[in-house]
């Protein structure tokens, strides 16, 4: 499957405990959009990059979050110190960067990480 | 500040029934618009997409969509839906200016064999 990888696919934490999720995007994409979606709700953008560049963070993105990429290849996105109300589904996205306007291709989204914190 | 807006939250039809679902967005330039399909169990897929040209855009499994400027629309049609259109549809924009896709809270669709 050459697909956006999302791992894991489910995770359930202990209020206040960390967590990591990773997502390794398609392999000629340089662009890499992290999501987060609640029930009944469409997606929620979080964070954009480019090349291992983070270019844009939703002011939805508290100083608890951090996403990296450091070799502008797969992702990582991690929570501190977890509340209840981060329970989600993470979804991870990807585009190949085709001249301008600068998102003028369509993202492919992995299956996300779903999140309960407990 | 932009936002989508899905009129419907719910669908039912009947296999052969005619489908329209309603997408309107806040925003005064130019957009991208976008149609995604979640089957259950499976990850958010692109149906069509709209950045220039044609208004009436062809998508994948024969939906169509028509981008109507000075009604700020993009709804989704397709003439004869099947059981296998079973899924939930989610209209996404973002303005040429950003890198940000925002959705609609999706229409769920159900299709009665």
């Known amino acids: 499957d050459t697909g956006v990888s999302q791992d894991p696919r489910h995770k359930i934490t202990k209020r206040g405990q960390n967590v990591t999720f990773r997502c390794d995007p398609i392999?000629?994409?340089?662009?890499l959009y992290w999501y987060r979606q609640t029930l009944g709700q469409g997606p929620e953008f979080l964070t954009y990059f480019q090349n291992e560049a983070q270019l844009e963070k939703s002011r939805l993105l508290s100083d608890r979050f951090s996403a990296e990429r450091p070799k502008g290849s797969f992702s990582t996105l991690e929570i501190q110190r977890t509340e209840q109300g981060d329970s989600a589904m993470y979804l991870c996205a990807s585009s190949p960067q085709r001249g301008q306007p600068v998102m003028n291709t369509e993202a492919f989204f992995g299956q996300g990480t779903r999140l309960t914190v407990v | 500040a932009q936002s989508v807006s899905q009129h419907n939250h719910h669908v039912i039809l009947s296999e052969a029934a005619s489908l329209e679902l309603g997408c309107n967005y806040s925003y005064g330039g130019t957009v991208n618009l976008f149609w995604y399909v979640q089957y259950p169990g499976q990850h958010l897929q692109l149906l069509l997409k709209?950045?220039?040209?044609d208004p009436l855009v062809k998508g994948i499994k024969g939906f169509e969509a028509e981008f109507i400027k000075s009604k700020f629309s993009f709804n989704l049609r397709k003439p004869s839906v099947q059981w296998s259109d079973t899924a939930e549809y989610f209209c996404?924009?973002?303005?040429?200016?950003?890198?940000?896709?925002?959705w609609g809270a999706g229409t769920k669709l159900i299709i009665k064999p």
């Open positions: 392999s000629e994409h340089n662009r």
């Open positions: 709209y950045f220039s040209g």
């Open positions: 996404a924009v973002n303005a040429r200016s950003n890198y940000q896709l925002i």
